[in-house]
């Protein structure tokens, strides 16, 4: 069973940084894409990035705007997102996923995903 466990979030004022840590076990982490999205109040979950164990990365640029870094820690089977700059509009829970395919942007292609953490940017 494909387990992702998500780490890192909390309140950071404005202009601060982050980094949001997913664990996972040894066979997602060599066999499936992880990427990050995240979901806002009453707003619908959306691609922030995703990495291959190749290191192929995407990301939403609209969102990022160079702002946050996806990369993977191989010793550690864990993925991580940097996020500096951060702002009020990036207050959302952050989830990581695991898909099999590429590094695609829906929500729908990927079959697991975490539990999420928190991230709240004061103004």
């Known amino acids: 069973q494909v387990q992702l466990q998500e780490s890192g979030g909390g309140l950071v004022q404005t202009g601060g940084s982050l980094r949001l840590s997913c664990a996972a076990s040894e066979r997602t982490f060599k066999t499936r894409v992880i990427g990050w999205f995240r979901q806002g109040s009453g707003k619908e979950r959306k691609f922030v990035a995703a990495i291959s164990w190749s290191g192929a990365i995407a990301y939403d640029e609209d969102s990022v705007k160079g702002r946050f870094t996806i990369s993977r820690d191989h010793a550690k089977n864990m993925v991580h997102l940097q996020m500096n700059s951060l702002q009020p509009e990036d207050t959302a829970v952050y989830y990581c996923?695991?898909?099999?395919?590429?590094?695609?942007?829906?929500?729908?292609?990927?079959?697991?995903w975490g539990n999420g953490t928190l991230v709240t940017v004061s103004s």
């Open positions: 996923a695991a898909t099999k395919f590429g590094t695609p942007s829906s929500p729908r292609l990927y079959d697991y």
